[in-house]
């Protein structure tokens, strides 16, 4: 019986050795160190949403989420200049009930309204600074160079150490031990947003050049960090959501039905009509009017009341600041894969991670899954942009995010944890 006894525990003993061991998931920071992490761009590393640049916006700006996996992996604290309240500087748009000139109740982006403190508007950098998150809206790759450029942007402003800093050297103080740097896209897009009548298209060669520049200074502090590439305008609600083919007319050619915002439904919707809007060609030096091509791009900006009780579009011609024309259409493309293509060059010379937004944005026009829900680019309703059709939602950080976090895992051997999108909020409808 003893030897009996025996045979049994080592035969346990021995399964027991052989059980597989499971080991826990430990996030890592692999080659890089992310205890001073600096994120460095325009609105979309700020956390603007929604027309204009306020507090909860900034809390899921994709650089804030992605400060937050890296403290797994031993980054440290990460400060973002935030503002004081919900309103900003006072431009931020919600989404409202509203009767258009038709007297119809429609669903459409709407003033948040109310006053906003007062403290947005004053210099934060003594009490609260520095800041880690040194995303400027409205900044382009010059402008991160340009000393007393605070002088000129209110939100630098804000939060600049001084008067004649640059963007850059507030970046460089902090002593960053890793970086990310997501800017170029206001270089083409002030001339996009405006139809080409304002705003001129950085050159590339020149972009290429500041690029350089500023790499050359950031890695002069850390060798480790992550570059971003700019979204093609095809991929932004912003000059997606009208159809150039917008109107519905009758045999007599008066307006039938637009093809604007749905009468009657709780969602913003678009359907494809059969006529081109009527346009003023700014080409023509006598405003020639012609009818828009199916592949030009009408801007989200047009006002729809004029169009549908002002006869902007069938009548009278809309104004060339609302929409681009296929040679405007060409210069922008261009403009853009230059743009990537120089930053993909540097990513590879300066040895840094790359993510792919452009192609992250183009897959998403179709939709991707997350957690099973569907996001895509559509106006509204995909979950991705926010309302003012060019920044992101807080879900589209969340997704944003998770695509750094992927460069750099696979860069850098690291292993940051992702964040799951849908635990982040969508549009708020009323």
């Known amino acids: 019986m003893k030897f009996r006894t025996l045979i049994y525990l080592l035969s346990a003993l021995f399964l027991i ?116 998150n040194i995303g400027v809206p409205g900044a382009q ?29 507030d970046a460089l103080d902090l002593d960053p031990t890793f970086f990310s740097l997501w800017i170029g896209s206001n270089d083409v897009l002030g001339y996009a947003i405006s139809g080409g009548e304002s705003g001129v298209i950085t050159p590339s060669e020149e ?92 801007l989200l900006t047009v006002p729809q009341d004029k169009i549908k009780c002002e006869g902007w579009g069938s ?15 060409i210069e922008v493309a261009t403009a853009i894969e230059a743009y990537n293509m120089a930053i993909n060059e540097l990513a590879g010379e300066f040895n840094l991670a790359l993510v792919d937004i452009n192609s992250l944005l183009k897959e998403s026009i179709t939709g991707i899954n997350y957690d099973g829900l569907n996001f895509n680019t559509q106006y509204v309703m995909g979950g991705v942009f926010s309302l003012d059709g060019i920044h992101l939602s807080p879900r589209g950080n ?3 995010a998770n695509h750094f976090i992927k460069a750099i895992n696979s860069k850098y051997g690291s292993t940051i944890p992702k964040v799951s999108p849908t635990q982040f909020p969508g549009i708020i409808f009323p």
């Open 17 to 132: 050795s052989c059980e597989p061991e499971i080991e826990a998931f430990k996030p890592d920071a692999g080659e890089a160190d992310f205890s001073v992490y600096v994120a460095l761009g325009n609105s979309l590393t700020a956390g603007y949403a929604n027309g204009e640049l306020y507090k909860s916006g900034q809390m899921v700006s994709y650089a804030n989420i992605m400060a937050k996996q890296m403290i797994h992996a031993g980054a440290g604290e990460f400060r973002q200049p935030l503002m004081k309240d919900e309103l900003g500087f006072g431009n931020k748009v919600i989404l409202g009930e509203v009767s258009d000139c038709l007297g119809n109740d429609i669903l459409a982006p709407v003033p948040a309204g109310g006053t906003p403190d007062p403290a947005n508007f004053t210099s934060i950098f003594s009490e609260e600074g520095p800041f880690h």
């Open 141 to 169: 790759i010059s402008h991160l160079l340009l000393p007393g450029y605070s002088l000129y942007n209110q939100y630098f402003g804000r939060f600049a150490s001084n008067a004649s800093t640059r963007v850059l050297d």
């Open 207 to 298: 972009f290429k050049q500041l690029y350089r520049l500023i790499l050359n200074e950031l890695t002069s502090k850390s060798d480790k960090g992550v570059l971003a590439n700019i979204p093609e305008i095809i991929s932004i609600p912003f000059f997606n959501t009208i159809p150039a083919h917008g109107l519905l007319l009758t045999r007599q050619g008066q307006v039938d039905s637009l093809n604007l915002l749905h009468v009657g439904n709780p969602y913003i919707t678009f359907r494809l009509g059969y006529n081109g809007f009527v346009v003023a060609d700014a080409a023509s030096e006598y405003d020639a009017m012609r009818q828009l091509e199916e592949d030009e791009l009408v």
């Open 315 to 329: 009548e009278f011609p809309i104004p060339a600041n609302f929409y681009l024309s296929q040679q405007q259409i």
């Open 398 to 400: 969340a997704i944003v």
